[in-house]
Nanobody
Framework: VQLQASGGGLVQAGGSLRLSCAASGRTFSTYVMGWFRQAPGKEREFVTAISWSGGSTVYADSVKGRFTISRDNAKNAGYLQMNSLKPEDTAVYYC?????????????????WGQGTQVTVSS
């Protein structure tokens, strides 16, 4: 499976962005999908994840209530709607897939990774 993340950019604090993750292959719907981010000088951190069916989601406390993850298995695509953005949300955002049947937050448990898309939030 190959992943392509897009939709990043420069936005002012309080603004919104919608990231997309396009997946190749016909097995996208069998994977749990997650979004991670990495800011300069910091470790990659979990942002959110969604079950293969879309029925379950988990969010990091730092984004809860502001970010929404979704997926469209018919289009082999996942999304991250980011609202009320803050400067501390600035990072490279990555989408990833894990073959585990449950949502996990540890990055080492995700097998496939996209190339990342830069999100910069100005104050």
């Amino acid at each position: 499976v190959q992943l392509q993340a897009s939709g990043g950019g420069l936005v002012q604090a309080g603004g919104s962005l919608r990231l997309s993750c396009a997946a190749s292959g016909r097995t996208f719907s069998t994977y749990v999908m997650g979004w991670f981010r990495q800011a300069p000088g910091k470790e990659r951190e979990f942002v959110t994840a969604i079950s293969w069916s879309g029925g379950s989601t988990v969010y990091a406390d730092s984004v809860k209530g502001r970010f929404t993850i979704s997926r469209d298995n018919a289009k082999n695509a996942g999304y991250l709607q980011m609202n009320s953005l803050k400067p501390e949300d600035t990072a490279v955002y990555y989408c990833a897939l894990t073959s585990l049947s449950r949502i996990v937050t540890r990055s080492e448990l995700y097998r496939y990774w996209g190339q990342g898309t830069q999100v910069t939030v100005s104050s």
